[in-house]
């Protein structure tokens, strides 16, 4: 029944939206990155993206963007796509489903509408630079 279901929990793995130096187009990229926290590598991961919101006064939505990898090492990270235009000034969200060990974990990451700006920048652990992350 429902109460024989595990959900299991999971801490240490986050999406962060990070600043990137383009110098071909001499300006700041904005790089979604899957970050890995834990002491244990994390497989077969998925992560489904898209923006929605108000622009210019209508409803809006990006694509969904799917992103697959097969493993994601212990304390690093990978990168999952560019952010630019639009859907900076909408809300993001990225869905996060991978294996740990024999367990597999789902979690939703939102960054707000405006959320992504460069007041909110910090240091982003194992990427190396400054971002935006929610959840950590």
Request: no cysteine; hydrophobic share 40%; aromatic share 14%.
């Given at each position: 029944m429902k109460k024989d279901i595990e959900i299991p929990k999971f801490e240490?793995?986050?999406?962060?939206?990070?600043?990137?130096?383009n110098a071909e187009y001499e300006w700041n990229d904005w790089v979604a990155y899957l970050i890995n926290d834990t002491d244990s590598l994390i497989e077969n991961v998925i992560v489904v993206s898209k923006?929605?919101?108000?622009?210019?006064?209508?409803?809006?939505?990006?694509?969904?963007?799917?992103?697959?990898?097969?493993?994601v090492e212990a304390r690093s990270y990978a990168k999952v796509e560019l952010l630019y235009g639009e859907a900076l000034e909408m809300s993001?969200?990225?869905?996060v489903t991978f294996f740990e060990g024999n367990k597999?974990?789902?979690k939703?990451?939102?960054?707000?509408?405006?959320?992504?700006?460069?007041?909110?920048?910090?240091d982003i652990p194992h990427?190396?630079?400054?971002?935006?992350?929610?959840n950590f």
């Open positions: 240490g793995v986050y999406v962060a939206i990070v600043q990137e130096w923006g929605y919101g108000k622009f210019d006064g209508e409803d809006r939505e990006t694509a969904t963007l799917r992103h697959g990898m097969k493993e993001n969200e990225f869905w597999l974990y789902d939703k990451f939102v960054f707000r509408k405006n959320m992504i700006n460069d007041k909110a920048l910090r990427v190396g630079k400054k971002g935006v992350i929610v």
